[in-house]
């Protein structure tokens, strides 16, 4: 890549201009196209450096953030420590966007993002790692729903509130046949404990992934039965008339109910 195309891509990724973005991050596409993902590589820092655009600010760069995460992404997996590395920036939207990516990589980071779940002591990297876990759309998820148990029992309120999220998402892209029945059990006992969690926010999201488990068939007919009795108690349609006074929590649970 010729010195001037480096200058331009630069100049144009620094933009907040969405027409000069978008004409920047298709140059890199090209040069991707031209010499490769691992000799594009001194392009992937101007790429990353889009995740910190602040949609709320910026709504009209919503899609080149977007593009900008695909992209990182066919870059391969050699990006994946560059990206563990960055979601040590403390900045919120930029994390967000690499949990994004991570999650978007798939599969192959499944084992570097657990090993480096295990390893970090920041509880903020912790989350953003369960976070992406939680996107990765493979089977293979199997194999972190065990950090996620361990994490909703968290006295920290995100980490807490992310794993019990990741768990519903984990249900959904494990066959039902798959899932071992005890695992199946610790899940729906940890999802329990959350819908008696004084954050309304956790209460949601334990009812909506113990809708999940409902609609990928991971509950018999009994433990159906008792989410329905759940689900009708938050609503305030059993004898006592006494639901959950966040909206959020009976609305989650209104879902859940129709997955029955």
């Known amino acids: 890549m010729s010195d001037k195309s480096y200058e331009s891509i630069k100049t144009l990724l620094a933009s907040t201009n969405p027409n000069e973005l978008h004409r920047g991050l298709d140059l890199v596409k090209r040069e991707i196209s031209r010499v490769g993902s691992k000799e594009a590589k001194p392009l992937f820092e101007m790429v990353s450096a889009v995740f910190y655009i602040d949609p709320l600010d910026h709504p009209e760069l ?71 876990l939680g996107k990765i759309k493979s089977p293979k998820v199997l194999m972190a729903v065990h950090l996620a148990l361990e994490a909703a029992q968290s006295p920290n309120l995100e980490l807490r509130d992310t794993a019990i999220r990741a768990i519903g998402k984990f249900t959904e892209s494990i066959p039902y046949m798959d899932l071992p029945d005890d695992l199946r059990i610790a899940i729906i006992e940890r999802l329990r404990v959350g819908l008696a969690d004084s954050n309304p926010g956790i209460r949601a999201k334990a009812i909506r992934s113990m809708g999940k488990l409902a609609r990928h068939k991971h509950l018999n007919a009994e433990e159906l039965g008792e989410l329905s009795t759940r689900c009708r108690q938050i609503l305030g349609k059993d004898e006592n008339f006494n639901w959950d006074r966040a909206y959020v929590v009976r609305k989650e649970a209104e879902e859940a109910l129709g997955y029955i």
């Open 62 to 132: 919503v899609p080149i953030l977007n593009e900008a995460i695909s992209l990182a992404v066919g870059f391969g997996d050699w990006v994946i420590p560059i990206l563990l590395e960055q979601l040590d920036s403390g900045d919120l939207k930029a994390q967000m966007a690499i949990s994004h990516a991570l999650g978007r990589i798939g599969v192959d980071a499944i084992g570097t993002l657990m090993d480096e779940y295990k390893t970090s002591t920041e509880t903020a990297k912790q989350t953003f790692i369960l976070y992406a």
